[in-house]
């Protein structure tokens, strides 16, 4: 179904600063472009969290009836240490410390990348491509740089011009805000430890000295690409020099994407990105969350519980959930009482789409379904506003409730149109799974169930003060229980 004639998309982007409709290059269709993990190591939750926000926005693209050409790479060579094109290369430096190939680091990390995202239900993207598997159209690039003047070799590297690619009448600087004074990628080079013209020029190519193993023959030395380089490259292969959709997180913006704005403008003479989208960082205590000072959690730590940062476990949809209540450009931060609150509210919510099931539709409606879906719409074509689509969803749990409790009513029709938009939104949108509660909640309700026929038995045997005392005692505990035609029924708080 084509929803997204009937409604009007628009996004933040962070180019103009400003929400625009969105209008793909060619109708029906969307390319888009995030960049993805540099496999040395596990993802942590900071990087799944902008995953996420990318997954949600394919998942919300596909639901409008795009179609989606949804790339994401895997960074496999030429991510150094740090974003001055020095240090070690990532990779290779791992499979020094382990005493393994570099290919195995690289192997290791992609299938925890994988089964990390299908915990955590991803739709997989519809090519995945690495840096290694595009050596030959990177070596392609750089010529193509260099035959118009505006990269460099020297000592068998290559650097890209910035101050010459902006004398060209370019603006490089554009989507960070930079001043070209300070876009230095090299505080070294005054002292001479640096082949680069300007401190402001990155690497293209990388002669590799003699402990570097991950190298490839080139026409200026055995060395590797520069990590920018790799997604100007798969980006214009597979989505063409002019795409839709270029994603990843905020701290990507300066220098990865700028730099790749300047590669691509470069060889096709445009601008490569209409709409570049950048997610907010998941933040542990204050701090972002991140690999290299130690302040991380792990996806997996916390589906098992096995963590020093949460009090227990927490189901993959809950953890989803609790992103999903924030809008992808806000900072989170990830704490356990923020993820208790958040096991509620999605436990509650999906107690209210299982019971739908239950519910007969009557002959006339006391609910504007029509324009409370619209709602939800609204708040998605918003920049993709989840909580505040998360708050529509909570309106429907609190009809729902009204409808078990026969306060409210919807005819057929509207009953369907509510089901349906629900399931759409909550699994198809959202990418939640239908998880009953744990173990323990499950237990918890057969006592309250066991408790309600007792408080029942004592009723029929008129021991009216056992039957209040069982009632009070379980309101005192968050457990209220409700008297009903059928029967007694309890919520717990
Ligand atoms: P990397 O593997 O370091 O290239 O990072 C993969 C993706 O995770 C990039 O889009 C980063 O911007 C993103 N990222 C890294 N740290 C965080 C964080 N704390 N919160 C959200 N996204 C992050
Ligand atoms: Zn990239």
């Given amino acids: 179904m084509e929803i997204y004639k009937e409604n009007q998309l628009k996004i933040y982007n962070s180019l103009t600063k400003s929400k625009e409709l969105f209008k793909p290059v060619t109708e029906g269709r969307v390319g888009m472009y995030v960049c993805g993990p540099t496999v040395y190591s596990n993802v942590h939750l900071g990087n799944v969290r902008t995953f996420m926000s990318f997954d949600m926005v394919f998942r919300y693209l596909l639901h409008l009836g795009y179609k989606v050409r949804y790339v994401r790479n895997i960074t496999d060579a030429g991510h150094l240490e740090n974003d001055a094109d020095e240090g070690e290369d990532r990779i290779s430096k791992k499979a020094r410390l382990e005493e393994i190939e570099p290919m195995e680091v690289v192997q290791r990390y992609t299938v925890d990348f994988h089964e990390t995202l299908a915990e955590y239900n991803f739709l997989p993207p519809s090519i995945e491509p690495t840096a290694t598997g595009h050596i030959v159209e990177q070596i392609e690039m750089i010529k193509e740089i260099m035959n ?278 909550v699994f198809d949108v959202l990418g939640l799974t239908n998880e009953t509660k744990q173990d323990t909640s499950d237990k918890i309700d057969g006592v309250v169930e066991l408790l309600i026929k007792l408080r029942k038995e004592a009723r029929d045997n008129k021991d009216w003060a056992l039957s209040d005392q069982i009632r009070d005692e379980l309101l005192a505990l968050g457990i209220q229980l409700k008297d009903g035609r059928d029967g007694t029924t309890f919520s717990i708080n």
């Fill in 148 to 425: 118009k003047g505006l990269a460099y070799e020297v000592n068998g590297s290559v650097y890209f011009d910035v101050l010459a690619y902006n004398k060209a009448g370019n603006n490089y600087g554009i989507l960070s805000g930079r001043k070209i004074e300070d876009a230095i990628h090299n505080t070294r080079t005054l002292d001479g430890q640096s082949d680069k013209k300007n401190p402001q020029d990155f690497a293209l190519w990388k002669k590799a000295d003699d402990r570097h193993i991950m190298r490839w023959p080139s026409p200026w030395s055995d060395g590797f690409p520069g990590w920018h380089l790799e997604c100007s490259v798969m980006s214009t292969k597979y989505l063409g020099e002019q795409f839709d959709i270029h994603g990843g997180g905020m701290d990507l913006k300066f220098p990865h994407h700028e730099c790749e704005i300047a590669q691509s403008h470069t060889c096709s003479g445009n601008a490569p990105v209409n709409y570049w989208m950048h997610a907010n960082m998941l933040l542990l205590n204050g701090q972002k969350m991140a690999k290299s000072t130690g302040n991380y959690v792990l996806p997996k730590e916390i589906i098992s519980g096995d963590n020093t940062v949460l009090s227990k476990a927490f189901a993959p949809s809950v953890v989803r959930f609790f992103n999903m209540q924030a809008h992808y450009r806000s900072i989170l931060d990830f704490a356990s009482d923020a993820l208790e609150a958040s096991e509620k509210g999605y436990y509650k919510l999906m107690e209210a789409v299982n019971s739908l099931e239950n519910i007969a539709a009557a002959k006339t409606s006391t609910f504007d379904i029509a324009s409370w879906r619209q709602q939800c719409y609204d708040a998605m074509n918003d920049d993709f506003n989840t909580p505040v689509l998360i708050a529509h969803l909570f309106e429907a749990v609190k009809l729902i409730n009204q409808l078990k409790e026969q306060k409210a009513s919807l005819n057929t029709g509207d009953l369907d149109l509510l089901k349906n938009t629900i399931n759409a939104f």
